[in-house]
Nanobody, 121 residues
């Protein structure tokens, strides 16, 4: 069984910063891509940022230049550094990963439970 556990959410003032972490645990052979998604009240879940096992990244236009995704492959952990936060960044942030349990198995998509980020004065 594989779990993704997010941490680092909370309340922050506009212009502030937060760092989210996503730790994968369980019997993992390898992890391909990892990503952060968010879902605001009344809106669909959207991709915020993604990173491949090789370190290639992609970002939603709304967060480019403000958010940075990174990962520590040795720790099976991904991070999202969020700077210059805006009220419209308020959402539940979810971690996502494509995980392989055995060398011969296909990749499984795994989701975390989510962590709430609230940007408000």
């Amino acid at each position: 069984q594989v779990q993704l556990v997010e941490s680092g959410g909370g309340l922050v003032q506009p212009g502030g910063s937060l760092r989210l972490s996503c730790a994968a645990s369980g019997s993992i052979f390898s992890i391909n891509s990892m990503g952060w998604y968010r879902q605001a009240p009344g809106k669909e879940r959207e991709l915020v940022a993604g990173i491949t096992s090789g370190g290639s990244t992609n970002y939603a236009d709304s967060v480019k230049g403000r958010f940075t995704i990174s990962r520590d492959n040795a720790k099976n952990t991904a991070y999202l550094q969020m700077n210059s936060l805006k009220p419209e960044d308020t959402a539940v942030y979810y971690c996502n990963a494509d995980v392989r349990l055995r060398a011969w198995s296909r990749y499984l998509e795994v989701w975390g439970q989510g962590t709430l980020v609230t940007v408000s004065s």
